[in-house]
């Protein structure tokens, strides 16, 4: 009679994990798939909020500038000079002729920074540019 | 000693999983901490003509609009961004293929060149051209 009491309790303590484990599993594979571990924007730049203007679909071939507030020139977060700068567009463009140039610049960046950027775009013959700004806000900050 | 092993073999199959499930809820609780939202962004497209190219005089087919580290200009009027935005939506309804100059000074921040391109947009004007001055 005892023996039998002690049986139920223990029964009584365990439940089956195996659906939960499953669950989180499936989260968990989930996150890491879905996870960017680099970050290939310079997070320093601050856009400008333009919420009536067009979406920005991805593009494989287009070239993102980035110019922060200081008017320093990077791509992709790589800082580089803007004689560089003009090489590497010299380059791509005398392979591949003309492509998007996506101008990334922070909102606090006087116009003499962007247009030095535009200036050399322009001077090997890309005049078609595209600022990026933010349509909507989803980070905090 | 029969009923002995029958016992060992029972304790042998289960496993204790607390460990594992203890891991495995810090590994979720970490990626969706770390889990950051993607900004949706927009595109504004300009014009920017070669540099050695000299700005084209003020036409009536051209919207000229100037922007300063205070404020804008147009067609040379000081406008507040509300100003600006009325009176473009205003030219947008009735000739939308109106070409705009925007001519920025070096000192004006880029925001207000944003600002100016995301009203010409909402007004449908799609001919920009930006020029610095």
């Known amino acids: 009679m005892g023996r039998k009491i002690h049986k139920t309790r223990t029964e009584a303590a365990s439940i089956d994990m ?5 669950v989180v599993f ?10 960017k571990m680099t970050k290939d924007v310079n997070p320093n730049i601050k856009l400008e909020l333009t919420k009536d203007s067009r979406l920005l679909e991805n593009s494989e071939q287009a070239l993102i500038v980035e110019v922060d507030r200081n008017g320093m020139v990077s791509s992709h977060n790589a800082r580089m000079d803007r004689e560089t700068f003009r090489t590497i567009l010299k380059a791509r463009y005398n392979r591949v002729g003309e492509f998007p140039v996506l101008i990334r610049g922070d909102r606090r960046t006087k116009h003499r920074d962007i247009r030095a950027v535009m200036d050399i775009c322009a001077d090997i013959g890309l005049w078609r540019l595209t600022f990026v700004g933010i349509k909507e806000k989803k980070t905090r900050t | 000693m029969a009923r002995e092993r029958k016992h060992k073999v029972g304790e042998k199959a289960e496993l204790n999983m607390t460990p594992m ?5 810090q590994l979720l609780i970490f990626f969706i901490v770390t889990l950051k939202q993607e900004d949706i962004l927009a595109r504004l497209d300009v014009n920017r003509p070669a540099p050695d190219k000299v ?3 003020v036409d009536i087919e051209l919207l000229q609009i100037q922007v300063y580290n205070l404020g804008f200009v147009l067609q040379g009027h000081r ?7 009325r009176q473009l939506e205003r030219i947008g309804r009735n000739s939308p293929n109106t070409s705009v100059v925007i001519k920025c000074t070096a000192d004006s921040p880029h925001a207000y060149l944003m600002q100016v391109l995301n009203a010409c947009g909402k007004a449908k004007l799609t001919s920009l051209n930006v020029f610095s001055m």
Request: hydrophobic residues 55%.
């Open chain 1, 18 to 22: 195996t659906p939960m484990i499953d």
């Open chain 2, 55 to 57: 700005p084209p005089q």
């Open chain 2, 79 to 85: 406008v507040t961004l509300e100003e600006l935005q």
């Open chain 2, 21 to 25: 499930i203890d891991v495995v809820f």
């Open chain 1, 26 to 35: 499936q989260l968990m594979i989930f996150f890491i798939v879905t996870m």
